[in-house]
């Protein structure tokens, strides 16, 4: 039997190319974007290269799945006309044109999007996110939106997990073999390949093969509509005596919980949502597995769990609700409370589609319900990102104005004395806004910075924020900040670099600097670089273990050394656009630059790069 489904693989595969040609086509055009991307890290240094290799992250998987949607939906109308794919590629190419091409802040995609975001940043996650959900959703809703039943779409899903599953271990099978094959070759012929060859074969095999094999398991809509659901008698019993005893053990855990709280008066706790989450999560799955009992003559037992299950999750999604309360009144409003809060309302729901009985295609509408909440609560005025920052950011205004400030932004004295200020209050209200202006500033957020300018960056006024010392001292207000300052700066390996002209020679450097190497002025950063002329080695040492002396004549003299010094501006490299550091007779081309300086006593500087020498 095995052998046979093995044999029918070659015509499966070839089936799946006539099928769906647009999105087989667009599945090796997904290779090619991640090997295109692979190849071409350098053009991470430019604004446009940056948002090419987002559109390129996001366009061709996204793209696949609404071609397949879409053949999907012609198949059911029988319809081969070709206008519907080009619409709905036409549409989504201009969106995610529209999307990538749009951000204009260069925060916004230096693969930190989560820890540094502007509002654009987030709408641009969120709207992937509502594209690639909504389009995943859609294989399985949309063919069948028009029957009046789901017996089609209960066959189509559970053969299409059975056709994922199967394209899976086939491909992950595929992946060992030829990467072992490439190992082998290499270990025997004394070649080593470049780990590069590995990402490829891996490429192929994650965004070719797997959904080709995918696509090639995908049952006929015809064929669903044809069969009638049925579970066999192994999994009738596996769902009887397994995961049936599974789910209602942890309803009576819950119900003892809540027996708990109504005993002792303890409040639910933060954890409990996720358990909630969970515990909803897979009686939506087991419910979706039962469904062909619906259709069995008679009152049976798996029948009446249908009916018990949701209603005996009420007041477990209600024990979330108060949990939520609760947490929402002790630390306010955020973002992440919000979702929290959504998602709770769609349990609720989830448990009214499955107790009416006049809705007779369920899982069409808490599909439908899911996308219209997700779309809200990510991509429109409502969404948590914006009632978060506009509750967020008015207790920070009233903060300030309690403080009597009215003219923004603050100056750096002024913000440093409103934080330490606050901090001393040391009451609920304050330690809240606290924290909120500590998650802004690190988020570089750019309404904040109207009003303080304070950004992850200005650790003298952030450290301020976190730490409890900073009101330890009473004089504390009168004592001089000190401004702390750190930067990093990092290019690509393959990254082209500029040659000065008259360059005579380069040297290759990568030095940690000691103390009295280099110096903080001011807003200046001053290092020298001292060179032996002869040898062409890079050294900032007087020992002679710290570089040869491949110079030194007969009587044991020492090379000659010019000294270069360079000096850059605070700003300049707080920008992380520097490239290049020049002085009289000498640049550097930098390919990795941190700077850090904590205290007056406490400092460092490594820079690592090219040493032109005029």
């Given at each position: 039997?095995?052998?046979d489904a ?7 595969i ?58 999907l939906?012609?198949?059911?109308l ?14 989504w190419?201009?969106l ?8 204009t ?8 999007l ?9 709408y641009?996650?969120?709207s ?71 990402f490829y ?83 939506l ?16 037992f ?8 949701p ?13 939520l ?29 499955f ?50 400030y ?6 750096k ?29 690190e ?11 304070i ?33 990093s ?57 710290a ?24 700003q ?5 656009s ?37």
């Amino acid at each position: 039997m095995v052998l046979d489904a093995f044999k029918k693989y070659p015509s499966q595969i070839s089936s799946a190319f006539r099928r769906f040609p647009v999105a087989s086509a667009l599945a090796f055009f997904t290779f090619f974007a991640l090997v295109y991307s692979t190849e071409h890290t350098e053009i991470f240094e430019r604004l446009a290269g940056m948002r090419f290799l987002a559109w390129l992250g996001i366009y061709p998987i996204a793209a696949m799945l609404i071609s397949l949607t879409t053949s999907l939906v012609q198949e059911s109308l029988k319809n081969e006309s070709k206008l519907p794919q080009a619409i709905s590629g036409a549409a989504w190419l201009a969106l995610s044109i529209i999307l990538a091409f749009g951000i204009t802040s260069s925060v916004a995609m230096q693969f930190s999007l989560l820890a540094h975001y502007s509002t654009l940043t987030y709408y641009f996650i969120a709207s992937t996110a509502l594209v690639y959900v909504t389009a995943t959703l859609s294989i399985f809703i949309a063919p069948f939106w028009k029957d009046k039943d789901e017996n089609a779409f209960w066959i189509f899903l559970f053969k299409n997990l059975k056709a994922l599953v199967v394209a899976a271990l086939v491909t992950a099978l595929l992946l060992a073999s030829v990467e072992a094959l490439v190992f082998c070759f290499g270990a025997l012929f004394e070649h080593d390949f470049d780990e590069k060859v590995y990402f490829y074969i891996f490429y192929f095999c994650a965004s070719a093969v797997f959904p080709i094999l995918y696509f090639s398991g995908i049952p006929a809509i015809e064929e669903c509509h044809r069969e009638t659901p049925a579970l066999n008698k192994f999994a009738t019993s596996t769902i009887r005596f397994l995961f049936v005893p599974v789910l209602s053990l942890a309803i009576l855990l819950f119900y003892a919980y809540i027996v708990k709280f109504i005993v002792l008066w303890d409040m639910p706790q933060g954890m409990v949502s996720y358990f909630v989450s969970g515990f909803m999560i897979y009686m939506l799955a087991l419910v979706t597995i039962l469904y062909p009992t619906r259709l069995a003559p008679g009152n049976t037992f798996e029948k009446k769990l249908l009916k018990v299950f949701p209603a005996a999750c009420i007041p477990l999604v209600v024990m979330m609700s108060v949990g939520l309360i609760r947490r929402i009144s002790d630390y306010g409003i955020s973002a992440e409370r919000i979702y929290a809060a959504t998602i709770n309302i769609y349990f609720y729901i989830i448990i009214a589609v499955f107790l009416i009985d006049k809705i007779k295609c369920k899982s069409r509408y808490i599909a439908v319900i899911f996308c219209a909440i997700f779309f809200v609560i990510t991509d429109t005025p409502l969404s948590a990102y914006s009632i978060s920052q506009r509750v967020w950011m008015g207790s920070i205004r009233e903060a300030l104005a309690e403080a009597g400030y009215t003219e923004f932004p603050l100056s750096k004295e002024d913000a440093r004395k409103f934080v330490i200020d606050l901090r001393k209050k040391d009451d609920k209200k304050s330690k809240l806004v606290a924290s909120r202006m500590l998650e802004l500033a690190e988020a570089h957020n750019p309404e904040f910075t109207e009003y303080l300018l304070i950004t992850g960056y200005d650790y003298a006024f952030t450290k301020d924020l976190a730490e409890d010392e900073c009101c330890e001292d009473s004089d504390s207000t009168d004592a001089e900040p000190f401004d702390q300052f750190e930067v990093s700066i990092e290019y690509p390996e393959k990254a082209v670099l500029q040659v000065p002209r008259g360059t005579k020679g380069a040297v290759a450097i990568d030095h940690y600097f000691n103390n009295d190497e280099f110096e903080f002025t001011g807003d200046t950063l001053t290092f020298r670089i001292s060179l032996k002329e002869d040898s062409g080695c890079s050294c900032n040492s007087d020992e002679s273990d710290a570089c040869p002396d491949s110079t030194a004549g007969p009587a044991g003299e020492s090379a000659t050394r010019t000294v270069y010094s360079f000096t850059v501006d605070r700003q300049a490299l707080k920008q992380d656009s520097t490239r290049q550091i020049k002085t009289d007779g000498a640049a550097i081309a930098i390919s990795y630059l941190h700077a850090e300086e904590e205290s007056k006593s406490s400092k460092s500087l490594r820079i690592k790069g090219i040493l032109f020498v005029e």
